[in-house]
């Protein structure tokens, strides 16, 4: 009988197991497509992406989050570091931390885009 409830209790304990792992939300991603005759971009996110107070930059981004964002051919991703920081690419480059004077505007100007295009969405 020991041997019945103790089985009993590992079935029990593995479904509850397969049940939490299946309602995370492991790998989902959000993507925005606008298309115009002069415009094409592209949105895509993962996790929480958290930007400034002035929405012309990111603040955070969890834990494997990213942000990719394509305009008419530039792009940039950006994703945490895991050192505290976030880790940006700017047309297939190099990662960097530190932003110049021309990536700090595309970002911004991504963020802009990414804010309106939530406003969208949301209504």
Aim: aromatic share 8%; net charge positive; hydrophobic share 35%.
């Amino acid at each position: 009988m020991k041997k019945i409830t103790k089985t009993v209790g590992n079935i029990a304990m593995a479904l509850i197991m397969l049940a939490a792992s299946s309602a995370c939300d492991w790998g989902k991603s959000t993507t925005i497509v606008n298309k115009t005759d002069n415009l094409y971009q592209k949105i895509k996110y993962s996790g929480r992406v958290v930007f400034a107070e002035n929405n012309k930059g990111i603040e955070r981004i969890t834990d494997n989050g990213y942000l990719e964002f394509e305009q008419n051919g530039r792009t940039f991703k950006a994703k945490d570091n895991g050192h505290g920081k976030i880790s940006y690419e700017f047309d297939g480059g190099s990662p960097v931390t530190e932003l110049d004077i021309h990536q700090k505007e595309f970002v911004a100007e991504a963020v802009t885009e990414i804010v309106k295009a939530r406003g969208k969405m949301k209504n």
